[in-house]
């Protein structure tokens, strides 16, 4: 099955670091060198501590600078859960209908009413190309809120499609929602899972000790033999 088995929408390398554990390098489905990458760090993390590359706790480095991972207690040789440290955010845009945010990636976050209602991909496209994010563009979030939990659907760029989970996204979702509901820990639930984003707000829209935590699970292995 292309979105839960075989398949992906980038490719991860995990190469040597002489300042961390390991470095994640990640690649979008478009070929591109790509920006943080929320679950994807979660992903690594998880292979690194499978393969002897890390204990249960790491610290790797990633195209926004430093992350820590932990490997939660709950884990099998297919099936962890993985707590993952995001970047600070000292700033956070807010427009008449949208916020706008860096969270390792940058993502534009729209409330609605029945976000199951959205073409994301047609809506998202419009967004990320319109002239007010040129030249790079940004990912889109649509997020409904209801008493007990966010969702949240978004349309990445460099995959140019919607994702079932998207991690930048769930935490930037789960910070713009606190400016309405006041959780400082937000269980956020996406088509690909649900995710608990914890974190601490500071001043003028600032947040610190930001966490992502889910679910990784190792699906299927393979060899690939290259000639040099």
Not at 160 to 170: F, P, R
Request: charged letters at 25%.
């Amino acid at each position: 099955m292309r979105r839960f088995g075989i398949g992906a929408d980038g490719l991860i390398i995990i190469a040597a670091s002489t300042v961390s554990d390991f470095e994640m390098i990640y690649y979008n489905s478009d070929g591109a060198l790509s920006s943080m990458c929320g679950n994807g760090g979660r992903c690594a993390a998880m292979f690194a501590f499978l393969q002897g590359v890390s204990g249960n706790e790491m610290i790797f480095s990633a195209y926004d600078g430093l992350h820590k991972a932990v490997i939660e207690d709950r884990c099998t040789d297919h099936l962890c859960d993985v707590s993952l440290s995001m970047t600070d955010v000292t700033e956070i845009e807010k427009e008449d209908n949208f916020y706008f945010l860096n969270t390792g990636s940058p993502h534009y976050v729209e409330f609605v009413s029945h976000v199951a209602e959205i073409d994301v991909v047609a809506e998202g496209r419009k967004t990320r190309y319109s002239e007010r994010f040129m030249p790079d563009g940004t990912n889109v979030n649509f997020v409904e809120m209801d008493d007990d939990r966010i969702f949240v659907r978004t349309y990445e760029r460099g995959v140019e499609d919607e994702t079932l989970s998207c991690g930048t996204g769930v935490t930037a979702s789960a910070m713009v929602a606190y400016f309405i509901n006041g959780k400082t820990s937000q269980l956020v639930h996406t088509t690909g899972g649900e995710f608990i984003v914890s974190f601490e707000p500071g001043e003028s829209r600032t947040f610190k000790n930001v966490w992502l935590r889910g679910p990784a699970e190792f699906v299927v292995e393979g060899s690939v033999e290259i000639s040099v």
